[in-house]
């Protein structure tokens, strides 16, 4: 019996095409992301083989959440055949085996389910043969043919997912017999999966979060978290870790609901519900005539109609159980998401409305989609669905006013729902007592944003739905548009927003400076696609199927008979309208305001490198004195500037021609005295300037440059994000010429290069011992100067402030121009910002430096706390590494648009999403804002005092220096387990990083700019260092290094020359840490296999089981294991929290696996290797166990 | 008077079959039944006519409305009660009738609503009022479907199937409501139940194949065939010897045994007897010399 329905479930679905199309889209995905960079699922990138195993694992696991929406068509067929077909109550009355029917059905759909992501592999297998053959990969870019990850997956992933879904599918299916509320299951099942990706947003909830994701996605990224590179590409997935625990849990919770649904199912038909019969009294009838109707003779009124069909249609939507469910469920995903989200270091943001705005936006844009693709759908087809078609049709209504209306009334749900979920949000601001309600903030959003986006693309839907005029197609298709269509223009290398449907440019609402620069582009996209939209609308009509006319020839002229003169009108009007828009759209983004697209700047790359490469190594003069002459215009976003400078030929060698490469972001203009421009690439922006007598060794030049800024009309996407109305923010690197050639703007991704056949490029120059013309440049310069005389003439409007380095020696207002001149106090890096917004200013003095903070009026609240981490840092620094050598160290806010903070001398900018909005009211937590602040203070020396040469390990001198500094600051504060609870977040930044490494992996010495090197590793290394050799001693070194390099002429110092004044502070049983800590990459494995306790009187005797590894890493990422001789800290808690240690003393581990026995005082609840995480371990849980009495 | 004059009207669907072949017809004010088995065209017919389908060629006039250009100007002089009427869940009665009453152009409120009553409560239905249309039963729906195609004073009134699956006293009810809206307007009643037209109509036209194979008033088709039709009671085994021999309209079953008409001109014998003519003999009788 079972063969029979499983057979018969298998071959009918064989037999039919749905199966082979849902394989084709499955694998036409696949295909695409394997032969093509610019298709990417779940983000792979560098070393990564394209057919790597644990990319087929992702694949797979992603693509079978997808894979539900047709499982869900599979199982609920198999559920409901007999009943669509009203053949049930002949069948069941049959002898028919339950279970064979039963699990038959079931089986069939799951197998076939299932069987729908093998287009994967197969997809895999032609993409891996094809990439290569037609050279739209590289053939190194393809490994072997992973068959093992092939049949894991399918086991791991593609049937487990299919069988728990199907349990809940067919479940439903059986119980409800309605398609609609399958699909709604479905819906939960991924909306529980999404609900379960929040909690992995902190890593203290990972075991957690492995577990609950229904997919084992989570899971299966959890245990590759770390895997480097080379391990991705051969370690296919296994039945081990959580993602085997994950699977065994889903699969017993479906195979327990398989079985509920199994039992409860009951082949006697569903009995109808019997309603009761309730005797109400007999209401008084009075006798109606019929009305003379005196207003029938008239027109029809548009208007009434129109409020008919709005009224009709938006009852059978908000009716319906599938809206009440999105909308419940966006809610809740909404609320998950505000209690979970945007944290940072463990600390939450204040909810600040642009964060409630985006997280609204993010639950909206996916409902509000579903909703207009799913209803657009319902209500075209409602009256044919309900046989009413036929009644409406005959009626003299207008088509087009019905289609308005159907589209009004979707609209409208639309923004209701979008308007529910701000109140949500709202609420929550109001919840956690944050009283600032900017309901004019979300409602400017809402009316420029949401609202013509569900007009735009409700409007589209319909009209798609009325052209094919099939349900379900015009359903797949609405899709394909939402997500193919952006493909596509990826692929032809389209970036204008006036093809791909709704595109506007980005906005990015900062509560600096409101909607931005963007606001305006914003409206007049909006307006055009919102035109578009109503036009789609308006054609819908003329093909609407009025009546039962099949073929679109009778439906156009069933409809056009109908469609009076101000139809075609309106069609004109909104034609013309629309075309006007474009024009106008089109000469403000592609005339006025011409850019090239990313393919067009990666081709100039190429050719930039192509030609001028040559010139690299080119003398070029240094600049030794500058002064800006800078006007910022806030409301007009403009900006003048001239620059005059100072030059010397610092080289050995004479100098007679002039380099220089432009950004086109500005327009310049170069004044070189004696000298004649004899080369002119204004495509490429390199220009040669000869001059009339050759600048000898020592001698000097005097130049100057103009440059400026004006925003016209409005762009495709706003190029300068610097100069704004309030939060301009530049710095002189943006504004310089760059002299002779420059190495950033070569192209960086090596497969890229492969491409343009240019050769391997090197992120910078080896670190050399014996230091050779390398160290005349330092990194951050290029050799285009050293340290700089600056003076700043900068003015502005008058509401605003203008801030640039230095002490500020004047300060006028005049016509409506505010003034300012500011001088550095010492010779500096040429690294200089240039700043104008409406600031409030704090300030403080200590020790007569100028503590400065200055901020938007309304994000006063961290202000005092960053004058005070100011000051703690300067309280640090000056008496452990040397005197600071400006007379005023300030914080200044800048607009959101980037996140980071930087430092300039004396001045450091900081982005308004950084400090100045998180909450750090909670007690004990980790606080952010004095690691930011006291980073890029300690910057003011590592960096602005002492800088490395232009070579590998420079950014260790500077970054992992700042870091380490800024860790020591907070220590003064705080204990060492709040320590190692910040460290956790920079040693994850680390192995994160490592394992997505798209060159090399570097040893910290060798670093060559790497974020997660540099940042990461650098505070994990160095903190531990400080805690195995001492705070002092590495301090010392660090002043020692400080006083021989401090604001001295070339040669820069390199790694090595830290290393020389570090080697002599470490004692000789720990010079090994030099090799395996800064000289190579090492990695630790450490367990705790066993811990237990015997009380011996008064005290108590712990025996640990220690299994310790040392790991040395390739900077591929290939790891071997090295004999451990190592000294390892044994720490005991003195409470199951981890919260406080009663010791920690330091062993030395010689053998892999060891014995140690410690005799305790107090009862320890826990022990631990490694307690404070100072070694670089991949796997933590395993270090700390409970203590078991014996 | 209202007249509706149908001349040459064609269709043919894109898979070939031919719906209307040559249909001219010409009715004016009373019941107009036609009859036809299923596939006839009737409903072809009556889509053409309530503007739900283009005709490939033909005319068709209300008094001066040119049907089948002025879609508009029909349908606001239209009454159309479809085979399928269905009704949109979660929508009560009154909400229903309010609607088609709005896109049927009456816009005064108050006279939408007095209307709205005054016809649900002609059908029999207003204490339903407010209760989900989709729960009522086939008979129900049916006048909720009658009143729709009242609403608006409608020249021309179609009804297509009405009656299939309602009880006895459900379809005599529907009838007499019917009865009284024929008196003033014209009503086409398409149906395949001959009953429904001896019982109503006073016109009539009989469709086979996409044609009208017989157009006249019922009373002269039964005189047609008076004296003509023959009854017998006989066995199952000898049916297809009766075929052979005789000329057989129908057979039906009574009381469990075939009882078959047969047309003959003169007296058959064989134990024959003689029977009135009623309407189903007609239509039998027509639609077989047509297959002939």
């Not at chain 1, 308007?419 to 809402?446: K, M, R, S």
């Not at chain 1, 006007?580 to 700047?601: I, K």
């Not at chain 2, 006895?168 to 307007?185: C, D, I, K, Y």
């Amino acid at each position: 019996m079972f063969n029979i329905f499983f057979k018969k479930e298998m071959l009918t679905a064989l037999r039919r095409p749905m199966i082979y199309i849902f394989m084709f889209i499955v694998a036409l995905l696949v295909f695409g992301a394997v032969v093509s960079d610019n298709v990417v699922i779940g983000g792979v990138v560098g070393d990564v083989k394209k057919n790597a195993p644990t990319v087929v694992a992702i694949y797979v696991s992603i693509l079978s959440i997808f894979g539900l929406l047709f499982a869900t068509a599979f199982f609920n067929n198999a559920a409901l055949r007999d009943h669509r077909n009203n053949f049930h109550e002949i069948l069941f009355s049959t002898p028919l085996s339950k279970s064979g029917y039963f699990f038959g059905r079931f089986m069939g759909a799951w197998l076939l389910a299932a069987m729908v992501l093998l287009g994967i592999y197969l997809a895999f297998i032609i993409g891996a043969a094809l990439g290569p053959a037609f050279n739209w990969i590289g053939p190194e870019r393809v490994g072997p043919t992973p068959w093992l990850a092939f049949t894991n997956t399918f086991l791991l992933f593609a049937l487990p997912n299919m069988f728990f879904a199907g349990s809940i599918i067919f479940l439903l299916a059986t119980k409800f017999k309605s398609t609609v509320i399958s699909f709604v299951g479905t819906l939960l099942i991924i909306l529980g999966y999404i609900i379960s990706l929040n909690l992995t947003s902190d890593i203290d909830n990972q075991p957690l979060a492995a577990m609950v994701d229904i997919f084992g996605i989570q899971a299966y990224s959890i245990d590759i978290q770390y895997y480097t590179p080379a391990e991705r590409n051969t370690i296919a997935p296994s039945f081990s870790g959580y993602l085997l625990k994950n699977r065994l849990l889903w699969m017993g919770i479906g195979l327990i609901i398989l079985f509920i649904s199994y039992f409860t199912f009951s082949f006697s038909a569903k009995a109808s519900k019997r309603k009761k019969k309730v005797n109400k009294p007999k209401e008084e009838t009075t006798n109606f005539s019929a009305p003379l109707l005196s207003s029938l003779n008239g027109t029809i009124s548009s208007w009434d109609t129109f409020r008919s069909f709005f009224r009709m249609s938006f009852l059978s939507i908000s009716k319906s159980t599938t809206f009440i469910i999105l909308m419940f469920f966006s809610i809740l995903l909404l609320i998950s998401n505000l209690w979970g989200g945007f944290e940072y270091f463990g600390l939450k943001s204040y909810p600040v409305t642009y964060k409630m705005i985006d997280e609204v936006n993010d639950i909206s844009s996916l409902f509000v989609m579903i909703i207009l693709v799913f209803f657009s759908g319902e209500l075209i087809w409602r009256d044919r669905d309900n046989h009413i078609h036929e009644v409406v049709d005959s009626t003299p209504h207008q088509s087009i006013i019905a289609l308005i209306a159907k589209t009004s009334s979707l609209v409208l749900l639309a923004s209701l729902l979008h308007l529910l979920l701000i109140g949500i949000a709202v609420l929550y601001q109001a919840f956690n007592g944050y009283t600032t309600f900017e309901l004019g903030v979300y409602f400017t959003d809402f009316i420029t944003d949401g609202l013509p986006s569900y007009l735009i693309w409700g409007s589209f839907f319909v009209f798609l739905q009325v052209l094919i005029n099939q349900k379900y197609l015009a359903y797949f298709i609405s899709i394909l548009t939402l997500i193919i269509l952006d493909i596509i223009f990826l692929v032809f290398k389209i970036e204008t927003n006036m093809l791909s449907i709704g595109s506007t440019p980005s906005t990015t609402y900062s509560d600096m400076n409101g909607f931005g620069p963007g606001f305006t582009g914003h409206l007049w996209f909006t307006t055009y696609w919102a035109f578009f939209g109503i036009l789609t609308l308006l054609l819908a009509a003329l093909f609407w199927p009025r009546g039962m006319n099949k073929k679109i020839k009778d439906r156009f002229a069933i409809s056009r008979k109908a469609l009076g003169k101000s139809y075609y009108g309106t069609l004109g009007f909104f034609s013309l309208t629309w075309i006007a828009l474009a024009a106008f759209v089109y000469y403000n983004t592609q005339v006025l305001n011409a850019y090239d697209t990313s393919y067009e700047q990666e081709l100039q790359q190429v050719d930039y490198e192509k030609k001028y490469k040559q010139y690299e190594d080119s003398p070029t003069l240094s600049i030794t004195d500058a002064i800006y002459y800078i006007d910022i215009y806030p409301e007009e976003r403009a900006a003048d500037g001239k620059i005059d400078l100072w030059l010397t030929n610092k080289t050995t060698s004479i100098i007679d021609s002039l380099h220089f490469t432009i950004t086109e972001d500005y327009k310049h203009q170069l004044d070189i005295p004696n000298s004649n421009l004899v080369y002119e690439d204004k495509a490429l922006n390199y220009y040669i300037y000869k001059t009339q007598v050759p600048i000898l060794p020592g001698d000097s030049l005097q130049m100057s440059c103009t440059v400026s800024y004006k925003a016209k009309g409005f762009e495709n996407e706003v190029s300068n994000m610097s100069i704004v109305n309030n939060g301009t923010f530049f710095n002189n690197f943006e504004i310089l010429p760059t002299f002779g050639y420059s190495s950033s703007f070569e192209l960086g991704d090596k497969n890229k290069r492969r491409k343009y056949d240019l050769p391997e490029r090197k992120r910078m120059p080896d670190l050399q011992k014996e230091c050779s013309q390398l160290c005349m440049n330092n990194y951050l310069s290029s050799g285009t100067s050293d340290w700089v005389n600056v003076e700043t003439y900068i003015s502005t409007s008058e509401d605003q402030i203008a801030i640039a380095p230095g002490s500020l020696l004047d300060e006028s207002v005049e016509n409506g121009r505010r003034q300012y001149r500011y001088k550095v106090d010492h010779p500096s890096q040429n690294f200089y910002s240039f700043i104008s917004a409406d600031y409030e200013v704090a300030r403080r003095q200590w020790n007569g430096i100028d503590l400065e903070v200055y901020y938007h009026a309304e994000h006063e609240v961290n202000v005092e706390g960053m004058l005070n981490a100011i000051q703690r840092s300067l309280e640090y620094f000056t008496t452990h590494f040397g005197p600071y050598y400006h007379k005023q160290a300030r914080i200044i806010e800048f607009p959101r648009y980037s996140s980071f903070a930087q430092a300039f001398p004396g001045t450091m900018p900081y982005s308004e999403s950084l400090g100045f909005i998180v909450d750090l009211e909670g007690e004990g937590k980790n606080n952010v804002v004095d690691a930011v602040i006291a980073h890029e203070m300690a910057h003011q020396y590592w960096a602005h005092q002492v800088i490395g040469a232009e070579m590998k390990g420079s950014t260790m001198l500077s970054e992992s220096f700042a870091e380490y500094s800024s860790l020591m600051v907070m220590k003064q504060e705080t204990d060492e387990i709040q320590m190692k609870d910040f460290l956790k977040y920079d040693l994850q930044r680390y192995l994160r990083g490592r394992s997505r490494e798209t060159e090399q992996e570097q040893a910290l010495m060798h670093v060559e700019n790497q974020g997660h090197i540099h940042y990461g590793k650098g505070s994990v290394i160095l903190y531990a260092l400080q805690d195995y050799i001492g705070e002092d001693k590495v301090n010392q070194a660090l002043r020692n290094f400080l006083e021989e390099y401090r604001y001295q002429p070339p040669p820069y110092p390199t790694a090595h020359d830290f290393m020389r004044h570090l080697q002599p502070q470490i004692p000789d049983s720990l010079q090994y840490l030099i090799t395996d800590w800064f000289e190579e990459i090492t990695l630790y494995d450490l367990r705790l296999e066993e811990a237990t306790m015997t009380e011996q009187g008064s005290q108590y005797e712990v025996k640990l089981e220690i299994i310790a590894k040392k790991l040395k890493s390739t900077p591929e990422g290939a790891s071997t294991e090295v004999p451990i001789k190592d000294w390892v800290d044994i720490g005991f808690y003195r409470d199951a929290d981890e919260k406080e240690l009663i010791t920690r003393q330091r062993v030395y581990l010689n053998k892999e696996q060891i014995e140690l026995s410690f005799l305790l005082d107090e009862r320890p609840q826990k022990a631990a290797i490694d307690p404070l995480r100072l070694l670089i371990d991949r796997v933590y849980d395993d270090n700390v166990k409970p203590v078991k009495q014996e | 008077m209202a007249l509706l004059k149908i001349t040459e009207l064609n269709k043919t669907y894109p898979n070939g079959t031919r719906a209307l072949v040559d249909v001219t017809l010409e009715l004016s004010k009373g019941m107009f039944g036609l009859l036809g088995p299923n596939g006839a065209g009737k409903s072809s017919l009556m889509r053409t006519l309530a503007t739900l389908q283009e005709a490939d060629s033909g005319t068709a006039f209300l008094d001066d409305i040119d049907m089948l250009n002025d879609p508009q100007a029909v349908r606001k002089a239209l009454g159309y009660l479809p085979q399928e009427f269905g009704v949109y869940p979660r929508i009560t009665a009154t909400q229903l009738l309010d609607h088609v009453a709005t896109l049927k152009g009456i816009n005064n409120r108050r006279e939408r609503n007095e209307l709205v009553n005054y016809l649900l409560q002609k059908v029999n239905l207003y204490e339903q009022r407010n209760k989900s249309v989709k729960g009522f039963s086939g008979g129900m729906k049916q006048r909720v479907g009658i009143a729709q195609a009242l609403i608006g004073n409608p020249r021309l009134i179609i009804v297509d199937e009405p009656t299939a699956g309602l009880d006895p006293g459900e379809r005599n009810r529907f009838h007499n409501l019917l009865a009284e809206v024929g008196e003033e307007v014209i009503v086409i009643l398409s149906t395949h139940i001959v009953d429904d037209v001896r019982e109503l109509c006073t016109n009539m036209a009989i469709m086979n194949l996409g044609r009208i194979v017989y157009q006249g008033k019922p009373s002269d088709a039964l005189a047609s065939l008076d004296g003509k039709v023959w009854r017998k009671t006989i066995e199952r085994s000898d049916k297809s010897a009766y075929q052979a021999k005789y000329n057989v309209i129908s057979d039906k079953m009574v009381a469990g045994k075939p009882q078959i008409h047969i047309l003959s001109e003169s007296d058959p014998g064989d134990g024959f007897t003689s029977v009135a003519p009623n309407l189903e003999d007609v239509f039998f009788t027509t639609i077989h010399s047509e297959v002939a």
